[in-house]
């Protein structure tokens, strides 16, 4: 079963957004795999809240700019 894993932070996809990346996702798996898997592939969206990531030493929040707006 192919399995996606993609972390974005909290807030910054709108619904459509995720679901746009599900979408799009699966067709890669089915592209390189074929059909049969598209049953089978599991894409997970998981949101990581303000502060629980950093880069470059210093722990990333978001701006209000970038946040989606469902």
Not at 6 to 15: D, E, G, H, R, Y
Request: aromatic share 10%; no cysteine.
């Amino acid at each position: 079963m192919p399995f996606a894993n993609i972390k974005v932070p909290q807030a910054a996809l709108s619904s459509a957004q995720k679901e746009e990346i599900v979408h799009r996702v699966t067709e890669l798996f089915v592209d390189y795999f074929s059909e049969a898997v598209r049953p089978h592939t599991m894409v997970l969206i998981e949101e990581v809240l303000d502060g629980g990531y950093g880069r470059a030493d210093e722990v990333y929040v978001i701006p209000e700019a970038y946040r989606a707006r469902d």
